[in-house]
Structure formats: structure tokens, C-alpha cells
């Protein structure tokens, strides 16, 4: 007779690194959120009760962390869309906020994740303007092929309406960020309003004609397969 499997672990966080030990009926696990570090649990088969190992949260104490939040609007073509709003943790909604839009694709499904503080090569830290009295927009993108700016316009711009009719954003006081193919769509943002304070694009190729036979790094290939038939959705030649 089947089993039906039942839950073990539920609740609002993202379940990583699960593994079992070699011999025994026991398994590490880790659960986090973007407020949450991923410390290492242990548990038995049953997963009632769990044992917390590490402290690594324990770092972050001594900082003005942030709070994310799921949101959803309607693109200007008429798809649903999701985001991923992350405020300052003394959010007050009374307060108008300076806003960064930060985004590369779909996104939406790391509303849980943990994101380490770091430097990076060309894209923002989340936590350093959160602790500094920035919210941070990450909004999902779908394309449609030969488009794929404007459906960056269509799916970002309304979100961002969103969040200004919510009344806590300072509408001149609003920023655009994106490395990469990131760095193209807030690019091609530039040339379409002028909502934006500021716009840093990072390691972009905004002309894809002169970027179509080029070579790329390491793998050695061709990338006109990238502009025709992935990333940049050309869809044709």
C-alpha cells in the first residue's frame, strides 16, 4: 500500500545543504530568510526536534539588517508579475523613502534566500542601503523575443507605480542598478523615461550588433547563439 508522505518542515523559509549521516538515521539541514542566517540544525527521521549548531547569526546583531517582502502588480501588457521588496528595518510607512531598482531577470523565487554581505564587482550591496534608509526593489521580468528591453519597461515601470502609490517612496529620489544583462535593461531604461535620479549600468553590451561575433571568455564560443536563442532573445538573426 502507498504511503502518502507527510510534512515534515514547514514555515516561511527557504530549506538548503540537507544531508543525511552515513550510518545513522541523521540529518543536517539549514533554513533561512533574508533576515534569517543559515545556521546548521541536526535532527533524527522524524524532524520534530532539531539541534541549532553554529551562531552565525549572532554576526549580524549589530547591524540595522532589513525585512524582505513579496509584492505583485500587472506589467503594462498584461501579465502578472512579482517582486521582491526589501526595506529598512526601522521601516516606517509614514516616511518617504529613497529607492535603488535592482533586478537581472526572475528573481522573485529568492524572496527566503540569505544574501551575504559583500563587495561585488559592479552590482549593489542589499544590506549597506538598506542600513543606510534605502528601499531596494527587485522585480521580475518576462520577455516576450525581438523585445527584450521593452518588455524590461513593460514589467518594471508598473511595478515601480506600485510601490509610489503606496506613499512611502520619494518619487525624486529613485535609482536604477543592473550588472551584465542587467546592465543592458536599465540601459535601455535611460531611453525610455526619465523617472530615474540616477542610472549605473554595469558591464552591459548595449549595441549587439557590434557585440554578435564576439568570442566569450573561456568557453571559447561564438555568441551569436546568446543574441539569437537565450539571454538576449533576439529570436531571429
Not at 527557504?14 to 544531508?19: P, Y
Not at 502588480?73 to 521601516?91: C, R
Not at 554595469?202 to 557590434?210: C, D, E, I, K, L
Request: hydrophobic share 30%; aromatic share 14%; with cysteine.
Amino acid at each position: 500500500v502507498p504511503i502518502e508522505p507527510q510534512p515534515l518542515l514547514t514555515g516561511d523559509f527557504m530549506l538548503k545543504n540537507l544531508a543525511k549521516a552515513k550510518d545513522s538515521y541523521t540529518y543536517i539541514y539549514t533554513t533561512e530568510r533574508f533576515d534569517q542566517y543559515p545556521d546548521l540544525q541536526l535532527t533524527d527521521f522524524s524532524f520534530k526536534k532539531s539541534i541549532k549548531l553554529t551562531d552565525g547569526i549572532r554576526q549580524q546583531a549589530d547591524y540595522l539588517w532589513g525585512k524582505a517582502e513579496l509584492i505583485s502588480w500587472t506589467s503594462l501588457d498584461g501579465k502578472k508579475i512579482e517582486g521582491v521588496v526589501y526595506k529598512p528595518a526601522d521601516f516606517d510607512p509614514k516616511k518617504k523613502y529613497p529607492l535603488i531598482v535592482n533586478f537581472y531577470e526572475r528573481n522573485s523565487e529568492t524572496l527566503y534566500s540569505y544574501h551575504m554581505p559583500e563587495p561585488h564587482r559592479s552590482t549593489i550591496d542589499y544590506h549597506l542601503y538598506n542600513s543606510n534608509g534605502y528601499i531596494v526593489f527587485n522585480p521580475d521580468v518576462i520577455y516576450e523575443d525581438g523585445y527584450p528591453g521593452e518588455s524590461c519597461y513593460n514589467c518594471v515601470m508598473p511595478g515601480i507605480s506600485s510601490l509610489i502609490e503606496k506613499g512611502y517612496i520619494d518619487e525624486k529620489a529613485i535609482g536604477a542598478q543592473g550588472h551584465s544583462w542587467g546592465g543592458y535593461q536599465v540601459a535601455y531604461l535611460a531611453t525610455r523615461t526619465n523617472l530615474f535620479a540616477a542610472i549605473e549600468s554595469g558591464a552591459p553590451v548595449v549595441n549587439m550588433f557590434s557585440a554578435y561575433g564576439g568570442i566569450r571568455w573561456g568557453s571559447g564560443l561564438n555568441r551569436s547563439f546568446q543574441y539569437e536563442h537565450t539571454q538576449s532573445r533576439i529570436g531571429a538573426t
